[in-house]
């Protein structure tokens, strides 16, 4: 596993963690505003809701990872439900990717833009993602880079956009409904079908999506040969020659899914 911070001295708001049959990648969600609203943080929220997952998974590890996740993400909830508007819509928020080994089979799941990629043995790898909020942000793209940043009516299209948060047509996000994990990308498949599998948070990810850089099959190669601090290493130097802001970036590459520690 590999994370980095966005930038030196800013707080990394990704959690990435394992226990011995499973792998956890959480990326947290932030909205400036949102101290007056949670006075934990996002950094808290994803680290929180990692760790209940990661206790979770060894504890009961014959359940649906969707209800796993709705558990984690209301145990979460009322840690801080108390003190903080868990409801208001700038209250911290993650995407969610896990990886679980159990019983000759790899479940996997995925909600929100993060990314789980299974290299099966003899095939292209399989890309689990979860399309949804990206589509929708695509739809008000143009409109909000018209518009005068700081502005009421940027402002306006901004509430618009979230909006369709955790809503029915829209997209979804671990923050405080737990009924979220029940919109989550799932599946499963033979670990003997698979040579290995990362989960990758969007500021990794992005050495596909936002700059191209490789493919999945290289991305897997790559990681084979020098391990995901390279993956990042590239991503990082496309952000410094386009210009492009920095995102956490971390990275959890497993191999050996069949043999018999799982």
């Known amino acids: 596993m590999t994370t980095a911070a966005a ?19 959480i990326d947290g969600a932030g909205i400036p505003g949102a101290e007056s609203i ?31 996740l709705a558990e984690a993400i209301e145990q979460v ?11 208001d819509p700038i209250s911290p928020s993650a995407t969610v ?6 019983g000759g089979h790899v479940d996997h799941l995925v909600l929100g833009d993060s990314v789980l990629v299974l290299d099966r043995a003899g095939d292209t790898p399989l890309v689990v993602t979860d399309p949804r909020e990206v589509a929708i942000s695509r739809s008000y793209r143009s409109a909000i880079a018209a518009t005068a940043a700081g502005s009421d009516e940027y402002h306006r299209l901004l509430r618009e956009l979230r909006a369709h948060r955790n809503q029915p047509g829209g997209f979804w996000v671990a923050k405080d ?34 700059f191209a850089l490789a493919d999945w099959p290289e991305v897997l190669t790559v990681l084979a040969s020098s391990g995901p601090a390279e993956i990042i290493r590239r991503v990082r130097q496309a952000e410094a020659r386009h210009a492009a802001a920095t995102d956490d970036a971390s990275i959890a590459y497993c191999t050996d899914l069949g043999v018999s520690r799982w």
């Open 7 to 25: 930038r030196a001295g800013r707080i990394n708001e990704d959690f990435t963690g394992a226990v011995p049959t499973a792998a956890v990648l």
């Open 38 to 68: 949670c006075r934990h943080g996002v950094a808290w929220y994803a680290t929180r809701l990692g760790g209940r997952l990661l206790g979770l998974l060894s504890l009961v590890p014959d359940r649906r990872l969707s209800a796993l």
């Open 177 to 210: 409904d737990p009924h979220a994990a029940e919109q989550a990308i799932t599946g499963s498949c033979g670990a003997a079908e698979l040579t290995g599998a990362v989960l990758l948070s969007n500021g990794a990810s992005r050495i596909v999506g936002r």
């Open 77 to 87: 909830t009322d840690d801080h439900r108390k003190t903080c508007d868990v409801a």
């Open 97 to 102: 990717a896990i990886l679980r080994v159990a």
